[in-house]
């Protein structure tokens, strides 16, 4: 029904913006990886709206409780279910709204015929923050293959931002996102390659409206013998070693003057969004490859062998 990503790296997200909670539930996840309600701290709190002056004025800590899955400090290798409180929703804000330009309330009245008009509901960008407590997970075992992704706001107009601002209005943005560290033959051919897939998971992201790789659009206008030479991170839906170069450009968050409360720009939150999906989907497609040889497959049955 649309609520889980991957397939070996498994995550579903759930809960409703103003709801007792929202949460993850992270499957595949190996056993013995150290994981604490501290590590979830640092990207919980880029994400956490009511703490900028350029963000959402809702004020939520985004405590992650784990609750299953974890014992003395370790995975224990099976789903690990992630929960985080819902402690500062104002549904009374919303009560007389009725359908908000630009959101998705009318098209969720559609296709289920009841809208849970709070906040968005489901399509709130809360949601996002199980997605962010669950990439914290997929990051941790990156690391330990010393994979990194970073991912930074660009070219945004800070100005021109407090302009919107005191308009009651709001601004569209862009996202770079770099990933380090990824070896060569990481992906899946025709249709699971590698950047389709971080595609998908990137666009999945509410207000995502174009995702680039590489040159990006920049391709269509290059020849190729210039594009050959800078045509790199992957190759064929397949990672070549290189570093991967993604732009995600952002539409301005619809919630405008008296429609809610809402972030003036989505990029400086959407970081570690992105990074969060990001990591899903190379921790996927890494355990993916490992059914790929027969040799990965030989050495990994005697090492359970032994152990």
Known sequence: MGNSFGEIFRVTTFGESHGEAIGAVVDGCPAGLALAPADFLEDMGRRRPGFSEFASARREEDEVRILSGVFQGLTLGTPIALLIENRDARSQDYENLGFRQGHGDAVYMEKYGIWDYRGGGRASGRETAARVAAGVIAKKILRELEIE???EAAEID???LKRA????????STVICTIRGLKAGIGQPVFNKLEADLAKAIMSIGGARAVEFAQGRKAAKMRATEHNELDKGI???ISDGNDIHIKTSFKPPPTIKKGGRHDPILAPRACPIIEAMAAITLTNHIFLSFSNKIKTIKAAYKTALRG
């Open 235 to 237: 190759l064929a839906g």
């Open 149 to 151: 992704i970073l991912a």
């Open 158 to 160: 800070y100005d021109e």
């Open 165 to 172: 601002m005191a308009e009651g209005d709001s601004l569209g």
